[in-house]
């Protein structure tokens, strides 16, 4: 029941219910849920009438039965992607003393996950090349509206470029950080290898500009062998230079941090995090040793330090005073959690794999994705970029959405459309990962080379 008086403790409870449904242009809480079916599920048949556990259990099986799952033919590429994840993992961030913990406001009774996270720093500023990292954020898109906001406060301006080859969802969180503080996000056009086009950054870039964002691998996949030049392009005109970069990448690809990046962000779902229903997401971000810089990261930094006595060593939250719980109305950033448990989960991969693993793993990856692109041009596919990919690459085809539909037929899950984030690019971006051996990509290439002239 709804109270209709003042009430100060439940919101939309009273005065605001009725301005919201007055908006809507509605009279009730009734009429605003007409148009929800009742008694049936738009899937199968389901009882109006409430059901008892047992009942329940049976209908969602029932309804789940009808999912396919691809499993290792699963090749949607984009993200999140399909990697191993070693069963350690589960098993060691099922521990109550990381699944239960919360924000470790308290170094006395957080130890643990002080010094995991604290490890995750580590881990991740060796990746990157970086000598600050923060204990995670939620995941990509953040990550990079984080680091717009960052680049505002530290350089006084206005103006953030980014390359026109990132999906419109990034796009959109970018601009609903950035409208509030008046920041205008500037979209330069990529080139035919997917990467930045420089003549137009080169147009582009002015003093007015805060920083500019450029990935590495593209969205696209693709490798941008000269990429120092967008961070001299960046530096030149007094703009900070931030790189987004896959962590598995970095096995065998330069890091950010050894070409003059200022900011580097990642998405940390490879790192023995799985899919979930498109989610579990886990921001990676790290940044050179710049009092400016440093004093303005998002989220939390958790620090090493000795006991009182001196002799032995404890880890605290070492800066976390531009949150809101802090700093309320003054704060930087509104990241008052992150993704910890998640930030553990890829430490402990991180720790697993090793340099030399790391290695192997993205030597892997990027055979079997030379080796997919190889075999697509045999069975007589384009591809719009250039170049060398890591992972993920574009396919050309005229009508995408028929073409998945005919792999599926085929039990092969196809690619991402292309078309909905890029219109007038007909093509389906693909991924292959370590799971993917040479009779599965064999059987990719021979499914949309079937799909796509059939």
Request: negative net charge; charged residues 20%; aromatic residues 8%.
């Amino acid at each position: 029941m709804w109270i209709t008086g003042g009430h100060r403790y439940i919101p939309n409870a009273s005065s605001d219910l009725s301005w919201m449904l007055s908006s809507l242009g509605l009279s009730s809480l009734d009429e605003l849920f007409g148009d929800v079916p009742c008694g049936q599920s738009g899937i199968e048949r389901v009882p109006s009438e409430p059901m008892d556990e047992f009942s329940v259990k049976n209908c969602l099986e029932g309804t789940l039965s009808k999912n396919k799952l691809y499993g290792k033919k699963c090749f949607i590429g984009g993200g999140p992607w399909f990697h191993h994840v070693p069963s350690v993992i589960k098993h060691l961030i099922s521990r109550g003393e990381f699944l239960t913990s919360y924000t470790p406001y308290q170094p006395e009774a957080s130890q643990g996950m002080l010094q995991a996270l604290f490890e995750y720093q580590s881990l991740i500023c060796e990746l990157y090349g970086m000598e600050v990292a923060n204990a995670s954020l939620y995941d990509l898109p953040t990550a990079i509206a984080e680091a717009m906001l960052l680049s505002a406060r530290v350089t006084g301006r206005k103006k953030f470029i980014v390359p026109s080859s990132m999906p419109r969802d990034r796009i959109a969180v970018l601009r609903g950080y950035g409208e509030p503080q008046g920041i205008r996000v500037a979209e330069t056009p990529y080139d035919g290898g997917g990467g930045l086009d420089r003549e137009a950054l080169l147009n582009e870039v002015d003093h007015e500009t805060a920083a500019v964002y450029v990935e590495n691998p593209s969205f696209f996949g693709t490798i941008d062998a000269a990429i120092e030049e967008v961070v001299e392009i960046a530096h030149d005109k007094g703009a900070l230079a931030i790189v987004g970069a896959d962590p598995l990448s970095l096995g065998v690809f330069k890091p950010p941090g050894e070409y003059g990046a200022d900011i580097a962000v990642g998405d940390g779902q490879p790192m023995g995090i799985p899919p979930g229903l498109g989610g579990n997401g886990l921001g990676i971000m790290a940044c050179r040793l710049d009092n400016r810089i440093l004093r303005q990261m998002p989220g939390r930094i958790v620090g090493m330090t000795r006991t009182t006595e001196g002799d032995g060593k404890g880890f605290v939250l070492a800066l976390s005073t531009r949150e809101q719980h802090i700093r309320r109305g003054k704060a930087t950033s509104n990241i008052c959690t992150n993704e910890a448990l998640l930030a553990v989960a890829a430490a402990i991969y991180l720790s697993l794999a090793g340099g030399d693993g790391l290695r192997r793993l993205a030597e892997g990856i990027l055979r079997r994705t030379d080796y997919a692109v190889r075999r697509m041009k045999e069975c007589g596919l384009g591809l719009p970029f250039a170049g060398r990919h890591f992972r993920d690459f574009a396919v050309e085809v005229a009508d995408p959405e028929g073409v998945n539909a005919r792999m599926r037929s085929r039990g092969v899950s196809g690619g991402r459309d292309l078309s909905k984030d890029f219109p007038g690019l007909g093509a389906l971006l693909f991924a292959v990962t370590e799971l993917h051996s040479r009779d599965d990509i064999d059987e990719l290439a021979s499914a949309t080379g079937w799909a796509a002239h059939g």
